[in-house]
């Protein structure tokens, strides 16, 4: 074939293979990026500090099912080619995403509203594990062996390009409808979008032709009967798979969730930053780390996928818990003083009856202006005690709440300090991901590919990854923790892998010839 043509042909494939994924990414990710909200939504308005804590257990259950999904649609993959594998995954993902977009609130139909989510959250993991391993082996398959890292690095850019597109749907939404209708119904709409998004995906999907290994696999007859016994009975075969997991996928998977999902959870929940802040400084460190995948994958194919995905390990442990102390020390408004102060609006006062509207709770509001240019709202509450049940007066005082400093506004020096460090933090992303789907394409056979590299994947991104957000935010919550408590989790993770990988794996890139049949 004339190589302008077979460059345009690959480039064809990439196109059409990540946008779909990038689309079932931006699905998957919209839910974590809403957390704080759909909790409100899902739960009693007084479960407080567990209404965040039960859905993110709800986002980490599409997680965990990640690799059963790897299972089903990786054995289909490999059954019946990658191409209408892919497109069933596609499908359900965006059906599920466009349901949980219909859900009705707690306040409607009570746990059921809950249960409902869980069980699309489900089917939407499900499709995502057979997503991925579809589209990188799809690509890989395309691409010349020489250049594999380089071309299914436009891949790996989908997980986080999903992610930057959730950010930017939401807060184009809040800021167009406010911040009050978003959080009462406007949270659904990045939700209902994504049936168009799917569409348009599917359309381009349904042009695409079938991986030209697979083909001539099918037409000489190779195709393998039995995949799941071909990848997990077959003892050389399945040491790969181990050794892909606890070596590469799992640390991998720490490395990509902390440094986005569980950052921008930190910055919000733990720092009380500003939502559209909090989601601005992510957005900008996704923008200005995202090349980075491309240019790791492709200096990958020159010196090989190991080092690189074991450095981005190791930075990763050696700098998080400064990183973070950073983001805490920097948003702790606690010792600000009078002179610090620059202006403070007047204070709303509102009123609210409650324990059957004998008491009241009295909350006063204002923002304050520091100098600098940071702002935040401080927020004192007490409880005013009325009459008693039986009519006479209380003998309660009055009780007053802890000082509350919350929408935090940062100044614009501490603002692109902190889209620096999530700069950094996504740069270890890239180094990390960036290589990974050439390294695990090149592990394994064709005829067995799309099975055998979907599962270390999908339990080392999908369950060791996807649980950073609840776990890190989990152990943050026990007693006698501290906010940086959580972060022992990714760190502890990364660290085992990276010793497993440092000592077993190879940084030797197998030829065409040794990974196929």
Same mark, same amino acid.
């Given at each position: 074939m004339n190589p302008e043509l077979q460059k345009n042909s690959i480039f064809k494939v990439i196109g059409a293979s990540s946008l779909g994924t990038l689309i079932e990414w931006y699905d998957f990710y919209i839910f974590g990026s809403l957390a704080t909200i759909i909790g409100a939504q899902l739960f009693p308005a007084d479960a407080g500090a567990s209404a965040l804590i039960n859905t993110l257990a709800i986002f980490a259950a599409g997680f965990i099912v990640r690799p059963f999904g790897a299972l089903v649609f990786g054995r289909l993959g490999d059954l019946i080619g990658r191409k209408y594998t892919f497109l069933l995954t596609l499908v359900l993902m965006g059906g599920s995403t466009f349901l949980i977009g219909l859900i009705p609130s707690y306040s409607s139909i009570g746990y059921a509203a809950p249960i409902l989510v869980l069980i699309l959250r489900l089917v939407q993991g499900l499709a995502l594990g057979g997503e991925y391993g579809g589209a990188a082996t799809y690509v890989a398959e395309?691409? #010349?062996?020489?250049?594999?890292?380089?071309?299914?690095?436009?891949?790996?850019?989908?997980?986080?390009?999903?992610?930057? /597109?959730?950010?930017?749907?939401?807060?184009?939404?809040?800021?167009?409808?406010g911040a009050e209708d978003f959080a009462a119904w406007g949270w659904r709409i990045p939700f209902l979008l994504s049936i168009l998004l799917v569409g348009v995906s599917i359309y381009i999907r349904m042009k695409m032709h079938e991986s030209p290994m697979f083909t001539k696999l099918k037409t000489e007859g190779k195709i393998s009967k039995n995949p799941l016994k071909e990848s997990f009975n077959h003892k050389a075969n399945f040491k790969m798979v181990l050794l892909a997991l606890f070596g590469a996928t799992m640390g991998q998977g720490v490395i990509w969730y902390?440094?986005?999902?569980?950052?921008?959870?930190?910055?919000?929940?733990t720092c009380k930053v500003d939502f559209n802040d909090s989601r601005y400084i992510l957005l900008w460190g996704i923008a200005f780390a995202t090349p980075f995948f491309v240019i790791f994958g492709s200096w990958s194919d020159r010196v090989g996928r190991k080092w690189i995905m074991l450095t981005g390990m190791l930075l990763g442990i050696i700098f998080y818990r400064p990183i973070y102390q950073v983001f805490l020390d920097d948003t702790d408004f606690s010792d600000v003083t009078q002179e610090d102060i620059f202006s403070v609006a007047n204070p709303v006062v509102t009123k609210l009856a409650i324990n059957g509207g004998v008491d009241s709770l009295i909350t006063t509001s204002a923002m304050v202006t520091l100098v600098d240019g940071s702002s935040y709202?401080? +927020?004192?509450?007490?409880?005013?005690?009325?009459?008693?049940?039986?009519?006479?007066?209380?003998?309660? #005082?009055?009780?007053?709440?802890?000082? /509350?400093?919350?929408d935090k506004k940062l100044s614009t020096p501490v603002f692109w300090k902190f889209v620096g460090l999530i700069f950094f933090q996504i740069l270890l992303v890239t180094m990390v991901y960036g290589p990974i789907a050439a390294f695990l394409v090149e592990l394994f056979p064709t005829k067995i590919r799309y099975t055998s590299m979907s /599962? #270390?994947?999908? +339990?080392?991104?999908? +369950?060791?990854?996807?649980?950073?957000?609840?776990? *890190?935010?989990?152990? *943050?919550?026990?007693?006698?923790?501290? #906010? /940086?408590?959580?972060l022992w989790y990714p760190i502890g993770i990364a660290s085992l892998s990276f010793v497993i990988g440092a000592i077993y794996l190879s940084n030797k890139k197998p030829v065409e010839a040794e990974t196929a049949d």
């Amino acid at each position: 074939m004339n190589p302008e043509l077979q460059k345009n042909s690959i480039f064809k494939v990439i196109g059409a293979s990540s946008l779909g994924t990038l689309i079932e990414w931006y699905d998957f990710y919209i839910f974590g990026s809403l957390a704080t909200i759909i909790g409100a939504q899902l739960f009693p308005a007084d479960a407080g500090a567990s209404a965040l804590i039960n859905t993110l257990a709800i986002f980490a259950a599409g997680f965990i099912v990640r690799p059963f999904g790897a299972l089903v649609f990786g054995r289909l993959g490999d059954l019946i080619g990658r191409k209408y594998t892919f497109l069933l995954t596609l499908v359900l993902m965006g059906g599920s995403t466009f349901l949980i977009g219909l859900i009705p609130s707690y306040s409607s139909i009570g746990y059921a509203a809950p249960i409902l989510v869980l069980i699309l959250r489900l089917v939407q993991g499900l499709a995502l594990g057979g997503e991925y391993g579809g589209a990188a082996t799809y690509v890989a398959e395309h691409a #010349p062996a020489n250049k594999r890292g380089f071309f299914t690095s436009w891949i790996q850019t989908t997980a986080t390009g999903g992610l930057f /597109l959730s950010l930017g749907v939401i807060v184009l939404t809040k800021n167009w409808l406010g911040a009050e209708d978003f959080a009462a119904w406007g949270w659904r709409i990045p939700f209902l979008l994504s049936i168009l998004l799917v569409g348009v995906s599917i359309y381009i999907r349904m042009k695409m032709h079938e991986s030209p290994m697979f083909t001539k696999l099918k037409t000489e007859g190779k195709i393998s009967k039995n995949p799941l016994k071909e990848s997990f009975n077959h003892k050389a075969n399945f040491k790969m798979v181990l050794l892909a997991l606890f070596g590469a996928t799992m640390g991998q998977g720490v490395i990509w969730y902390t440094g986005q999902f569980y950052a921008q959870s930190f910055i919000e929940n733990t720092c009380k930053v500003d939502f559209n802040d909090s989601r601005y400084i992510l957005l900008w460190g996704i923008a200005f780390a995202t090349p980075f995948f491309v240019i790791f994958g492709s200096w990958s194919d020159r010196v090989g996928r190991k080092w690189i995905m074991l450095t981005g390990m190791l930075l990763g442990i050696i700098f998080y818990r400064p990183i973070y102390q950073v983001f805490l020390d920097d948003t702790d408004f606690s010792d600000v003083t009078q002179e610090d102060i620059f202006s403070v609006a007047n204070p709303v006062v509102t009123k609210l009856a409650i324990n059957g509207g004998v008491d009241s709770l009295i909350t006063t509001s204002a923002m304050v202006t520091l100098v600098d240019g940071s702002s935040y709202q401080k +927020v004192q509450s007490h409880t005013k005690f009325g009459a008693s049940m039986d009519g006479t007066a209380a003998e309660k #005082p009055l009780e007053v709440h802890p000082e /509350l400093i919350k929408d935090k506004k940062l100044s614009t020096p501490v603002f692109w300090k902190f889209v620096g460090l999530i700069f950094f933090q996504i740069l270890l992303v890239t180094m990390v991901y960036g290589p990974i789907a050439a390294f695990l394409v090149e592990l394994f056979p064709t005829k067995i590919r799309y099975t055998s590299m979907s /599962l #270390p994947y999908h +339990v080392g991104n999908g +369950v060791f990854g996807g649980l950073v957000p609840f776990i *890190a935010t989990l152990i *943050a919550s026990f007693s006698g923790s501290t #906010p /940086l408590s959580g972060l022992w989790y990714p760190i502890g993770i990364a660290s085992l892998s990276f010793v497993i990988g440092a000592i077993y794996l190879s940084n030797k890139k197998p030829v065409e010839a040794e990974t196929a049949d």
